[in-house]
C-alpha cells in the first residue's frame, strides 16, 4: 500500500466552525508533513512531524492545530479560520524525514466562508 | 531564506514539439526533486537528483542536475497530451532540511 488518504477531500466552514482534516499512512513512513496550496501556487509547508514530534512548524497562526496521535495518523485541527485560509491542504509522508521523496495524498478543498 | 525560482511559469507546447523547463535555487542545494501535478490533482514524484552533473532519463523526459548543484532542468521530448500538467522542482539545503518548492511551470499541450 503506497497510499497517503486524507478525509474529507471537500470541507466548507464558517469562520466560527472547528473541523479537522485527517491523513492516514500504512506505508511506515515515520515522518508526515502538512503543505497548503492555493490556486496556481506551489505547496507551502506548514508543519512537518518527525518519529511522532513536531519538527517544523513553519510559523503558521495558532488556528491550525497539528496533531500525530501515531506514526500512521496525522491531524489538521482548524478553529476560526479566516477567508483567505481557503486553500487545498496538502498530506505527505516520507521515510524517515532525511531527504526523501515525498508521497502526497488528495488533499481535502477547504473552502471558509 | 532559500528561494527556488522555475522558468517559464507558462509553456504552450504544441503536439510532438520538445521542451525545458529550467530551475535556479539561491543557494547551493543537496538533492533537487521535481514533482509532477495533473490540473486538479496533487503532486507526483518523478526522480531526485543528488549527484553534481548528474542525468537521469526516464523515457521522454531527460532530469539534469547542474556542476555547482544551484540548478536543474527537465526536457521533454515528443511532448503528449498526458504531459499536460504542472512541474516543480523542490530544492533540499540538507538531508533533513525542508523542501522548497519553485513556483511551478504549467504546461499546456496543442493537439
Known amino acids: 500500500d503506497t497510499e497517503v488518504t486524507q478525509t474529507p477531500k471537500h470541507l466548507v466552514m464558517g469562520m466560527t466552525n472547528k473541523k479537522s482534516l485527517k491523513c492516514e499512512q500504512h506505508?511506515?513512513?515515520?515522518?508526515m508533513y502538512w503543505y497548503k496550496q492555493k490556486a496556481k501556487k506551489p505547496p507551502e509547508l506548514m508543519f512537518v512531524?518527525?518519529?511522532?514530534?513536531?519538527?517544523i512548524n513553519e510559523s503558521v497562526p495558532s488556528r491550525f492545530s497539528p496533531e500525530c496521535p501515531n506514526s500512521s495518523l496525522l491531524n489538521l485541527h482548524l478553529h476560526a479560520l479566516q477567508p483567505e485560509d481557503s486553500a487545498l491542504y496538502l498530506c505527505?509522508?516520507?521515510?524517515?524525514?532525511?531527504?526523501?521523496?515525498?508521497?502526497f495524498g488528495s488533499g481535502t478543498q477547504l473552502s471558509v466562508l | 531564506g532559500q528561494q527556488v525560482m522555475q522558468i517559464p511559469q507558462y509553456q504552450h507546447v504544441q503536439e510532438g514539439e520538445d521542451f525545458t523547463t529550467y530551475c535556479n535555487s539561491s543557494?547551493?542545494?543537496?538533492?533537487i526533486q521535481w514533482y509532477k501535478q495533473r490540473p486538479g490533482g496533487h503532486p507526483v514524484f518523478l526522480i531526485q537528483?543528488?549527484?553534481?552533473?548528474e542525468v537521469k532519463k526516464q523515457k521522454r523526459l531527460t532530469f539534469q542536475f547542474g556542476e555547482a548543484k544551484k540548478n536543474s532542468s527537465l526536457h521533454i521530448t515528443a511532448t503528449q497530451t498526458t504531459d499536460v500538467g504542472t512541474y516543480f522542482c523542490?530544492?533540499?539545503?540538507?538531508?533533513?532540511?525542508?523542501?522548497?518548492f519553485g513556483g511551478g511551470t504549467r504546461v499546456l499541450v496543442k493537439p
Open positions: 506505508m511506515g513512513h515515520r515522518a
Open positions: 512531524y518527525s518519529y511522532e514530534k513536531l519538527s
Open positions: 505527505a509522508s516520507s521515510p524517515t524525514g532525511s531527504g526523501e521523496k515525498l508521497f
Open positions: 523542490a530544492g533540499q539545503k540538507a538531508a533533513g532540511n525542508k523542501l522548497t
Open positions: 537528483l543528488v549527484k553534481s552533473g
Open positions: 543557494t547551493t542545494l543537496s538533492n
